[in-house]
């Protein structure tokens, strides 16, 4: 089973982003770290960059600005790119034929450096509250089973040792 957890300070960034206009499409890079070859840990959420466009149905991301976000953080941290998330305004969680198209030409694009990038899409449901569902890139695109913000005790108990 594909896993990704999140930690509250990246769901944190991601919220916050998303509530600043939630009319307007945003999102940005995740950073973080492969638990295994299954389960990754997102630490790190970015914004779109400065010079990003957004739009109701849509956001271009300031790339250049996220190029450079990543070689700063990968050399830093030591965290790795692990993928994009972004908003949706609608309620449907699922990827357009243009987020498709994204994770493709990102997966090859050498200065992100992941064979097998996320996708997170995230919005708001009627009751006003963050919910996020994730696809990952192998041989095509598919949904990762579980979504969960992380925290040290989730972890302990993903690894089978006792709180």
């Known amino acids: 089973m594909t896993s990704l957890y999140i930690t509250p300070k990246a769901w944190k960034q991601i919220e916050l982003s998303v ?13 973080g770290y492969a638990l295994n070859d299954k389960e990754w840990l997102i630490t790190y959420a970015s914004d779109p960059g400065p010079k990003a466009v957004r739009h109701p149905n849509a956001i271009l991301f300031d790339d250049d600005h996220l190029r450079r976000l990543v070689r700063k953080l990968s050399r830093r941290q ?28 990102k997966a090859n694009q050498s200065l992100y450096m992941s064979s097998s990038p996320i996708m997170l899409i995230v919005g708001l449901n009627r009751q006003d509250k963050l919910q996020a569902r994730a696809f990952i890139l192998e041989n095509s695109l598919r949904e990762v089973e579980k979504v969960e913000l ?6 302990r108990q993903r690894d089978g040792k006792s709180p």
């Open 19 to 31: 509530r600043n206009n939630p009319s307007l499409e945003t999102g940005g890079i995740l950073m």
């Open 78 to 105: 030591r965290w790795q790119y692990i993928g994009d998330w972004h908003s949706h305004t609608i309620k449907r969680l699922t990827p357009s034929k243009g987020d498709r198209r994204t994770i493709w030409t």
């Open 150 to 155: 992380a925290t040290r005790r989730s972890l």
